[in-house]
Structures are given as structure tokens and as C-alpha cells.
């Protein structure tokens, strides 16, 4: 089992910046996938931005050159960097972690920007 926990949410005016930070507990194992996935009110979860353990990433058109995903492995921590933020970023941002068969969520944290 993973257990997993995000902290750096908050309110921020359109252009500014957040990181968001989530640390997992429990049994990780190499070769996982860590993520962050978004859902603004009304609509579904989507992909934000995941990478591997190798350290490949992808991420949505919607965040390209802005918003940066890294990890630490040796922390079991991954974080997202958010700049030039924009009101349509507004959502409960979760981290996601794929190991093997198995998915984790974390309990997200809110992410508002005002225009």
C-alpha cells in the first residue's frame, strides 16, 4: 500500500506561481509512475503532468512551458512547479502515483487563481 499526501495549495493571482509537493508512505518500488491530475468543478479528471522513475515526462497541452514536474526518489516526493498561472487552472489538484497494477490518490489539494 501507498499512502500519499500533497501540501502547497492555495490562492494566487492569474500570472503568479505555486508548488505543489506530495510525499508517499508505504511500499515504492522502481519503475513507478508519479503524476498530478486536476479536476475543476463540472468537469472530469484530467492529466496534468506524470513522470517515470527514469525521469521522462509528459505533459497536457494546456501546461506545456509553464507548470514543471520533478521528483526525488530517495524522498518519495514529487512536486509540480505552476507559473503563469491562469483562472482556468482553478481545480483540486491530486497526486498520482502507478506502480505496477496498482493506482494511489492522494486526498488533492485546491488550487484557485483569480483574475
Known amino acids: 500500500q501507498v499512502q500519499l499526501v500533497e501540501s502547497g495549495g492555495g490562492l494566487v493571482q492569474a500570472g503568479g506561481s505555486l508548488s505543489l509537493s506530495c510525499v508517499a508512505s508505504?511500499?515504492?518500488?522502481?519503475?513507478?509512475?508519479m503524476g498530478w491530475y486536476r479536476q475543476a468543478p463540472g468537469k472530469q479528471r484530467e492529466l496534468v503532468a506524470r513522470?517515470?522513475?527514469?525521469?521522462?515526462?509528459n505533459y497536457a497541452d494546456s501546461v506545456k512551458g509553464r507548470f514543471a514536474i520533478s521528483r526525488d526518489n530517495a524522498k518519495k516526493t514529487v512536486y509540480l512547479q505552476m507559473n503563469s498561472l491562469k483562472p482556468e487552472d482553478t481545480a483540486v489538484y491530486y497526486c498520482?502515483?502507478?506502480?505496477?497494477?496498482?493506482?494511489?490518490w492522494g486526498q488533492g489539494t485546491q488550487v484557485t487563481v483569480s483574475s
Open positions: 498520482n502515483v502507478l506502480q505496477r497494477r496498482d493506482v494511489y
Open positions: 513522470i517515470t522513475s527514469g525521469g521522462n515526462t
Open positions: 508505504g511500499s515504492m518500488f522502481s519503475g513507478n509512475t
